[in-house]
C-alpha cells in the first residue's frame, strides 16, 4: 500500500506536513532534515524542489530556492541524496515543485526516479488539470505515485469532483486570506466534492493568521522551518 494511503488510514486527523526546499540552507542537509523531521514526530514531508522562478511562492521560500541553487542543487543531486532514505524513515515523502526543472530532467524518468528513492507522491502547482489527464496520469499512475492537486476556497464544485474523482491520495487546499472557519463552513468545503478523498490543511501565506476552530484534516507547515533553518548553525538544534 502506497505510504499516503497507509498514513490517512491509521491516522484519520491531527497530521502535521512539513515542506521544506532541498539544499537549503546547504547542499547536503536533505536527507538529514528529513530523517530529524520524522525523528520529531512529522507525519508527512513535502521536499521542495528549488526553481529559479517560484511564482507562487513568498519570499522566505523564494530565498530558500535561490540559496539552494546557487549551492548547486539539481534533481538528480537530490535523487542521489534520497537513495538510502528508506533505510530508516518510514513516513510518505513527497517532492513538490514546479513542472519546467520536471520537464527538463523528463517526467518518465522523474517518475522512475522518484519510485527508486522511496518517494510516494508529487505536487505541481503550475500543471494544469486538463493536461495532467491528458499527459502525464498514465505515467503517474503506473508508477503508483500520488499526484496532489490543488484547490481554493474559490474552486468550483465542478473542478473539485473532477479533481477528486481522477486523482488519488489527498487533496491540497491552499488560501493567502486570512481565514476564521467553523465547523460547519469546513463540512461545507468538504461536502463540495470530495467524497473519497481528505483535504489536508490549509496553507496560508506568510503574514497570514490562521484562526481554525476545527482543522479538516491537518495542517502544513512551510515558510516558518525555512525561516528558522537559515538562522541554526545546525538543523539538529532545531526542536519542535
Not at 532541498?22 to 547536503?28: D, F, H, I, T
Not at 535561490?66 to 537513495?83: P, V, W, Y
Not at 494544469?128 to 496520469?137: E, G, L, Q, T
Request: one cysteine or more; charged letters at 20%; a negative charge.
Amino acid at each position: 500500500m502506497n505510504r499516503i494511503d497507509h498514513l490517512f488510514q491509521t491516522k484519520p486527523t491531527g497530521i502535521l506536513s512539513v515542506y521544506f526546499t532541498a539544499g537549503y540552507p546547504n547542499l547536503g542537509d536533505t536527507a538529514e532534515i528529513i530523517r530529524t523531521l520524522a525523528a520529531r514526530g512529522t507525519d508527512l514531508i513535502e521536499v521542495g524542489i528549488p526553481f529559479s522562478d517560484p511564482m507562487a511562492d513568498g519570499e522566505t521560500i523564494q530565498r530558500s530556492s535561490h540559496t539552494a541553487l546557487q549551492n548547486g542543487m539539481s534533481l538528480r543531486i537530490l535523487f542521489n541524496q534520497l537513495k538510502d532514505i528508506r533505510r530508516d524513515v518510514s513516513i510518505p515523502l513527497i517532492l513538490m515543485g514546479y513542472l519546467n526543472p520536471i520537464m527538463q530532467y523528463g517526467f518518465e524518468k522523474f517518475c522512475a526516479s522518484c519510485v527508486e528513492a522511496g518517494v510516494d507522491g508529487m505536487i505541481i502547482p503550475d500543471l494544469p488539470y486538463a493536461d495532467y489527464i491528458s499527459d502525464y496520469k498514465e505515467i503517474a499512475d503506473r508508477h503508483d505515485l500520488k499526484m496532489i492537486m490543488l484547490i481554493t476556497p474559490e474552486t468550483s464544485e465542478e473542478r473539485i469532483r473532477q479533481i477528486d474523482a481522477h486523482t488519488s491520495g489527498f487533496i491540497y487546499m491552499v488560501s493567502s486570506q486570512i481565514l476564521e472557519m467553523e465547523d460547519g463552513e469546513i463540512a461545507m468545503l468538504k461536502s463540495r466534492g470530495t467524497s473519497t478523498k481528505q483535504i489536508l490543511g490549509i496553507y496560508f501565506g506568510e503574514s497570514a493568521i490562521l484562526s481554525l476552530i476545527a482543522i479538516v484534516i491537518g495542517i502544513p507547515v512551510g515558510y516558518l522551518l525555512c525561516k528558522l533553518c537559515v538562522s541554526a548553525t545546525s538543523f539538529l538544534k532545531f526542536s519542535f
